[in-house]
């Protein structure tokens, strides 16, 4: 079972703000736990990703938290910005990635 | 580096018709991933090659699609023949050895329309 499950679809943040969003995975072989970003017409792109043998990473504003015995994992984006405006999705796996549904951040000015 | 390059960007055509997409991964990367991304089903994987073999194609929806790699600098994704439920974005994306981890590098994105 590799089902993956990300929420909220959809998040409205004034800037300034914390951004939180969440994965859970059923898959407990997956050994790499990345978030990625896609703005409209782009490809996405790798924002930040942790391995399981930390509970939390940081760059930036972009921090990820990691809940092993849980089976999830969040993104917090702090100090939220209106070019923080995009779609995220988690993407549990290794060389083979499952990706979330993904999730619409809108940050307001 | 020019990143991952497909061609064409945008692509109309009729049922029936044969579609032939395009990528050419980063020079250096072994790994070449196929995906295709719609409203209803989100981002989903279709096959992966390493060093041009492919490694798994069971999200290759059914027969009417294939992919080859040629060579490490090249790769098609065919359709053959293409029905409306086709239509979405399709993305190529290719990565370093297994041992850097999962850094993806997509493209910008083939949007395909079958009408």
């Known amino acids: 079972q590799q089902q993956v499950k990300q929420s909220p679809q959809s998040l409205i943040v004034q800037k300034g703000g914390i951004s939180i969003i969440n994965c859970a995975y059923e898959?407990?072989?997956?050994?790499?736990f990345p978030w990625y970003q896609q703005f409209p017409g782009k490809g996405p792109a790798l924002l930040i990703a942790?391995?399981?043998?930390?509970s939390e990473k940081k760059e930036g504003r972009f921090t990820i938290s990691f809940n092993k015995s849980a089976k999830q994992f969040s993104l917090h984006i702090m100090d939220s910005q209106p070019g923080d405006s995009a779609t995220y999705f988690c993407?549990?796996?290794?060389?083979?990635?499952?990706f979330g549904t993904g999730t619409r951040l809108l940050v307001s000015p | 580096d020019a990143g991952v390059i497909q061609s064409p960007r945008h692509e109309v055509t009729e049922m029936g018709q044969e579609v032939t997409l395009r990528c050419k991964p980063i020079?250096?990367?072994?790994?070449l991933f196929w995906y295709r991304q719609t409203m209803m089903r989100g981002l989903e994987l279709l096959i992966y090659?390493?060093?041009?073999?492919?490694?798994?194609d069971s999200g290759m929806p059914e027969d009417r699609f294939s992919a080859k790699m040629p060579n490490a600098s090249f790769s098609t994704l065919k359709i053959q023949p293409s029905e409306p439920r086709d239509s979405a974005v399709y993305f190529c994306?290719?990565?370093?050895?297994?041992?850097?981890?999962?850094?993806?590098?997509f493209g910008p994105g083939t949007r395909l329309l079958v009408l």
């Open positions: 994306a290719s990565s370093p050895s297994r041992a850097s981890g999962i850094s993806q590098y």
């Open positions: 898959n407990t072989a997956f050994d790499y």
């Open positions: 993407a549990p796996g290794f060389q083979k990635l499952v």
């Open positions: 090659f390493n060093n041009n073999v492919p490694i798994d």
């Open positions: 942790i391995r399981p043998d930390v």
């Open positions: 020079s250096g990367h072994d790994y």
